[in-house]
């Protein structure tokens, strides 16, 4: 079982360009997500999707779009990369959550962006 | 918002206990996770604590005091192998979204001696 695949894993890309982040998942999953994590900083959330066509904004958004075309894929993009923005990205993704109950998010193993 | 703390970092030996505590808060709190991330790769679950007490799987349990906003991880009979970086994650409420949403702490980095 593939679960999260994230392409590419490792990317170097110069001041102003821009680039996507591919997520796709194979569990079925409703909810998807995207991360970044920096050194010391944790896991922040970047943007969300509850399904197919809906996306949200998380905690740190500015500077990235994402579209949710498929339920399977999930995609986040740089418009015109910045330094700011060197960071391992991380997606995941789970079934949908309620009340209490717990839906464990299923991770990638990250895409390595670097930007000169 | 939320926020969390928990410690940078924690040294423990082969064989020995570890607690792992985590401090939060947060609006509309529905439970704590914690997540195991091995050398900056993918993070996998560990646990869930929804209501106050402790769950146990295996080697490893985990304990909430909603009254406290406090939680730890527990690891018993540590291995080498459980060296890794250890999250506290909330799942609050995201603004007024009407959605719920993990927020993560800053992580803890157990190192295991032989």
């Known amino acids: 079982n593939a679960g999260v695949t994230q392409t590419p894993k490792f990317r170097v890309l110069k001041t102003g360009q821009s680039m996507t982040l591919l997520c796709a998942q194979d569990?079925?999953?409703?909810?998807m997500y995207w991360y970044r994590q920096d050194p010391g900083m944790g896991l922040r959330l970047i943007h969300y999707?509850?399904?197919?066509?809906?996306?949200a904004k998380g905690e740190v958004p500015d500077g990235y779009n994402v579209s949710r075309l498929k339920k399977q894929n999930f995609l986040l993009g740089l418009e015109s990369a910045a330094p700011s923005q060197t960071s391992v990205y991380f997606c995941a993704s789970s079934y949908a959550w309620t009340g209490g109950s717990n839906q464990p998010q299923h991770f990638g193993d990250g895409t390595r962006l670097s930007i000169l | 918002g939320q926020s969390l703390e928990q410690p940078s970092e924690v040294t423990a030996v082969e064989g020995a206990i570890v607690q792992i505590n985590c401090t939060y808060q947060t609006s509309g709190f529905y439970g704590l996770s914690w997540y195991q991330q091995h050398d900056g790769g993918a993070p996998t679950f560990l646990s869930y604590?929804?209501?106050?007490g402790l769950e146990e799987t295996g080697r490893f349990s985990s304990f909430l005091s909603r009254s406290d906003s406090y939680g730890y991880l527990l690891l018993q009979e540590l291995q080498m192998k459980d060296s890794a970086s250890y999250f506290c994650?909330?799942?609050?409420?995201?603004?007024?979204?009407?959605?719920?949403?993990?927020?993560f702490g800053k992580g803890t980095m157990l190192l295991v001696s032989p």
């Open positions: 999707s509850v399904g197919e066509g809906t996306t």
């Open positions: 569990m079925n999953h409703e909810y």
């Open positions: 604590n929804a209501l106050d």
């Open positions: 994650a909330v799942r609050g409420a995201l603004g007024n979204s009407g959605y719920s949403t993990l927020t």
